[in-house]
């Protein structure tokens, strides 16, 4: 049974920064796609960035690209998602997923290829 667990959301003033965390188990993850995805309130969910686990290629969503960094600590079996300069714009519940089966080489942004789903931390920032 593949768990993902959320941590490090938070209210944070725009220009600062935050650290969120996805705990992940039940498996192993090293042929995953981990990917990180947020909710906005009356938007849909979006993509925000992804990180293939074996070899560390990553992918970002334009609107965050430059500001957030996706990375990963294989030895705790945990994915980063580092957030700087943030915005206003960025409030949001931020989703960790895991993408079990990807095309070689490929990291998507397309979530109905994601098959398993954290519960969502709330990030808030403040202007």
């Known amino acids: 049974q593949v768990q993902l667990v959320e941590s490090g959301g938070g209210l944070v003033q725009a220009g600062g920064s935050l650290r969120l965390s996805c705990a992940a188990s039940?498996?192993?993850?090293?042929?995953?796609?981990m990917g990180w995805f947020r909710q906005a309130p009356g938007k849909e969910r979006e993509f925000v960035a992804a990180?293939?686990?074996?070899?560390?290629?990553?992918y970002y969503a334009d609107s965050v690209k430059g500001r957030f960094t996706i990375s990963r600590d294989n030895a705790k079996n945990t994915v980063f998602l580092q957030m700087n300069i943030l915005k206003p714009e960025d409030t949001a519940v931020y989703y960790c997923?895991?993408?079990?089966?990807?095309?070689?080489?490929?990291?998507?942004?397309?979530?109905?290829?994601?098959?398993?789903w954290g519960q969502g931390t709330q990030v808030t920032v403040s202007s």
């Open positions: 039940g498996r192993t993850f090293s042929n995953y796609v």
């Open positions: 990180i293939m686990w074996s070899y560390g290629k990553t």
């Open positions: 997923a895991a993408d079990a089966r990807p095309l070689r080489g490929v990291v998507t942004a397309t979530q109905n290829l994601y098959d398993y």
